[in-house]
């Protein structure tokens, strides 16, 4: 049974391994700095964070007021 496993077979292995450890690191970057842009929603003034929210896409703009809602209770 070991010997059926060739090099490129554990080369390919490594390859998507990498590649899953790349995609999951990213997306917990982004978690990670959407959060941190909701602390900084969070500390500002009503009017500022609107002036702020309206120069975002508006989709971006939904999920950010939704997120805030539900966390924070803010509207």
Known sequence: MVADI???SVI???ICLLLAAGVAWSRYEKKKTRDK???ELIAMD???REKVLG???PD???DLRQQLMERFRIS
Do not use: E, H, Y
Request: net charge positive; hydrophobic share 50%.
């Open 46 to 48: 009503p009017v500022r």
């Open 12 to 14: 390919i292995w490594a």
């Open 6 to 8: 060739s090099l490129t």
């Open 37 to 39: 842009f909701l602390r």
């Open 55 to 57: 120069r975002l896409r």
């Open 60 to 62: 971006m703009q939904t």
